[in-house]
């Protein structure tokens, strides 16, 4: 029983093919084009105002160079916001559970950035490790604490979103499993345990969002500091 609550996390195979290739494209299938049936075109209305006001609030703050990142960030957006909600479905599996997926997205995100601050402000991305007015004595300490938190970051972006993914549906299926274990003893505490999990779930899709939001918006953020 343990171990099954895990299995949840494991990646599905058919015919000893792994399926993730199809859930990961998946989501794409699911979004309006441009090309639709009259009576349609309001869902491409919202998907369109949706993506022009997420654009907007994440590149207010940053300088026209970073506005090329537009495209990339609102994909990658959209992308984990679907992978997230799907995942909350029944029977279903969700890709960005797993670390290895999320540090795919992480590292060469990340890396980007971090080399596009060394090609075009050098002296700039360096500063970064040596705040200002920093005493003598502890300049060789603060530039290794801060090469380590720098190199942290990725790992920080993908346990971040894989750990609350993977604490929601685990609390998820504990709850549920006892709901169905007390009906049938206490109905009314079997109720009340249904209704947190229902409560739960609504939290969960919460965290869905709002984790795929954090994610971009901390590359966002690293990539302000380099541009």
């Known amino acids: 029983m343990t171990l099954s609550f895990f299995d949840q996390f494991m990646s599905p195979t058919y015919l000893g093919i792994p399926l993730i290739a199809l859930a990961l494209s998946l989501p794409w299938i699911l979004f309006p084009t441009p090309y639709l049936p009259m009576g349609k075109y309001r869902l491409l209305a919202l998907q369109s105002w949706f993506m022009n006001r997420f654009t907007q609030q994440l590149l207010l703050p940053m300088s026209p160079g970073g506005h090329k990142w537009a495209v990339l960030f609102t ?69 290794i604490i801060e090469t380590i938190s720098l190199f942290i970051r990725p790992l920080a972006l993908g346990v971040r979103l894989t750990a609350n993914l993977t604490a929601g549906h685990l609390l998820i299926q504990l709850i549920a499993t006892a709901a169905f274990v007390l009906l049938p003893l206490m109905p009314t505490v079997a109720i009340l345990t249904a209704t947190l999990l229902f409560l739960l779930t609504l939290l969960e899709v919460a965290v869905a969002m709002i984790q795929a939001y954090v994610f971009v918006l901390l590359l966002s953020l690293y990539l302000q500091e380099n541009v």
Do not use: C, D, K
Not at 109 to 136: D, Y
């Open 75 to 143: 994909s990658l957006m959209l992308f984990l916001i679907t992978l997230n909600m799907l995942g909350l479905l029944p029977y279903t599996f969700t890709p960005t559970t797993q670390l290895s997926l999320n540090m795919g997205f992480a590292v060469p995100l990340w890396l980007a950035t971090v080399i596009i601050g060394m090609r075009n402000q050098p002296t700039i991305a360096l500063g970064h490790l040596l705040p200002e007015g920093t005493p003598t004595p502890l300049i060789p300490v603060l530039i």
